[in-house]
């Protein structure tokens, strides 16, 4: 996995986030620091917008636990996104349930369908995080 998520960051980069494989421009990078470890660490990971808001998801392709860096975020809040050529800061809000999680997964499904098979893959109720602007 660390390799693919390499391969991803470097294709990202090198083509300012447009285009990449079958994400397209629907990627952004996630820099996250270690709820743990306290090390810096960057994820490629599928978005959504909503409003001015940028949405991803927890699911780690349907894993029965939830994906380290959703951890370091309850943890550790404030991120760092890099959407297109764009970096930013940014405050995480975790939604592990509810209507407006509700609302925002299946939005996030609309975007990149696989993300509609993931719940059937495991028991748990996959959590969204909304990353807002922090300027």
Do not use: C
């Not at 939604?95 to 509700?102: F, L, Q, S, V, W």
């Amino acid at each position: 996995m660390a390799d693919w998520n390499k391969d991803t960051i470097d294709r990202f980069r090198a083509q300012g986030g447009k285009g990449v494989g079958p994400f397209g421009d629907k990627l952004l990078l996630l820099t996250t620091r270690g709820a743990k470890s306290g090390t810096v660490r960057t994820t490629p990971l599928v978005y959504h917008r909503d409003g001015d808001r940028y949405v991803i998801a927890a699911s780690k392709g349907g894993a029965p636990a939830h994906p380290s860096w959703y951890h370091n975020l309850v943890k550790h809040p404030d991120a760092e996104i890099e959407v297109g050529t764009e970096k930013f800061k940014v405050r995480a809000r975790p939604i592990a349930k509810g209507p407006e999680r509700d609302r925002l997964y299946e939005a996030h499904g609309e975007n990149f369908s696989a993300f509609r098979d993931y719940p059937k893959k495991t028991s748990r109720v996959i959590p969204v995080v909304v990353l807002e602007r922090v300027t």
